[in-house]
């Protein structure tokens, strides 16, 4: 028995080794949690979140989100985005699960962030980056995520709450190294 709790141990520690060694960086899958504030009332609104690399990041970055939303706007409709839609009888919370195809076709094109990005009526100033309220960059490198468990490599889920103000992301990455 002493013999098989020792093989056990050693096995044990190798895949931790291994998952760890394994899951340090690149993108990962995430199950990401949009939650809508209540505070948004029956107010339609509609959240993209779209996967970016590194050439588009500075792009999606400076774009005006007032363009963004507006209709038939060119940057919205090649964006390799999800769209959910809160309509004003749906849910308050939707679910992108880290199984959907979406994120084997951002890893393909070497996604590294996901530019959360909803269209908020009442904010009109356009901003870069975050200092924009309806745009949140969430970075997707494993190393910027704390692991859910700390003896398996199983990536935290990512919650975002929409509220009137604009984008909070409820779960913070790491800081970049």
Same mark, same amino acid.
Request: aromatic share 10%; net charge positive.
């Given at each position: 028995?002493?013999?098989? $709790?020792?093989?056990?141990?050693?096995?044990? /520690?190798? &895949?931790?080794?291994?998952?760890?060694?394994?899951? /340090?960086?690149? &993108?990962?899958? @995430?199950?990401?949690?949009?939650?809508? +504030?209540?505070?948004?009332?029956?107010? $339609? !609104?509609?959240?993209?979140?779209?996967? !970016?690399?590194?050439?588009?990041? +500075? =792009?999606?970055?400076?774009?005006? &989100?007032?363009?963004?939303?507006?209709?038939?706007?060119?940057?919205?409709?090649?964006?390799?985005?999800? !769209?959910?839609?809160?309509?004003?009888?749906?849910?308050?919370?939707?679910?992108?699960?880290?199984?959907?195809?979406?994120?084997?076709?951002?890893?393909?094109?070497?996604? $590294?962030?996901?530019?959360?990005?909803?269209?908020?009526?009442?904010?009109?100033? +356009? =901003?870069?980056?975050?200092? +924009?309220?309806?745009?949140?960059?969430?970075?997707?490198?494993?190393?910027?995520?704390?692991?859910? @468990?700390?003896?398996?490599?199983?990536?935290?889920?990512?919650?975002?709450?929409?509220?009137?103000?604009?984008?909070?992301?409820? $779960?913070?990455?790491?800081?970049?190294?």
């Amino acid at each position: 028995m002493k013999g098989f $709790t020792a093989q056990a141990a050693r096995l044990a /520690c190798l &895949m931790i080794l291994v998952g760890s060694a394994a899951g /340090c960086s690149g &993108m990962g899958r @995430y199950n990401v949690i949009v939650r809508r +504030d209540s505070k948004l009332g029956n107010a $339609t !609104v509609t959240v993209d979140l779209v996967g !970016v690399n590194q050439s588009e990041h +500075d =792009q999606y970055y400076q774009y005006s &989100m007032r363009k963004y939303w507006s209709p038939g706007d060119w940057k919205r409709q090649d964006a390799d985005k999800h !769209v959910i839609a809160f309509e004003q009888r749906s849910g308050s919370r939707e679910v992108f699960s880290k199984t959907h195809a979406k994120w084997q076709e951002w890893k393909k094109k070497r996604a $590294t962030y996901m530019f959360v990005l909803a269209d908020l009526s009442g904010i009109v100033e +356009d =901003q870069p980056g975050d200092a +924009d309220p309806r745009r949140q960059i969430v970075p997707l490198d494993k190393s910027r995520w704390k692991w859910k @468990y700390w003896f398996l490599p199983v990536m935290p889920d990512i919650e975002i709450l929409i509220k009137p103000s604009g984008i909070t992301l409820v $779960t913070p990455p790491k800081p970049k190294e």
